[in-house]
């Protein structure tokens, strides 16, 4: 079954840097749509980032504003996020989520995945 992990949360000041990773398992990974979301205290989960099975396509939610990048290594089966400039509005679980896509496109909605990451926290005090 299709396992994702996602690591490189943590404790961080305001505007440092931060990658976090998901590692695949259990899929063809150079065959699934990825994305990101995040779910800040009180509040929905929402859409960060998405990008498609070759790379080639990427999407960013409007929580991105220039300070995200989303990325793929399609030989080690792990999707990235970088992010810049953080502030403490930031702090969230992050998810990882995929999906088989037929098409090499970006899907920026959480319905439209099937399998989901345990999440990671990432705290940025104020």
């Known amino acids: 079954q299709v396992q994702l992990v996602e690591s490189g949360g943590g404790l961080v000041q305001t505007g440092d840097s931060l990658r976090l990773s998901c590692a695949a398992s259990g899929l063809t990974f150079g065959s699934y749509a990825m994305g990101w979301f995040r779910q800040r205290p009180g509040k929905e989960r929402e859409f960060v980032a998405a990008?498609?099975?070759?790379?080639?396509?990427?999407h960013y939610g409007d929580s991105a504003q220039g300070r995200i990048t989303i990325s793929r290594d399609n030989a080690t089966k792990t999707v990235y996020l970088q992010m810049s400039s953080l502030k403490p509005e930031d702090t969230a679980v992050y998810y990882c989520a995929a999906k088989p896509s037929l098409r090499d496109w970006v899907l920026p909605a959480p319905h439209e995945y099937d399998s989901w990451g345990q999440g990671i926290q990432v705290t940025v005090p104020s």
């Open positions: 990008i498609s099975w070759s790379g080639d396509n990427t």
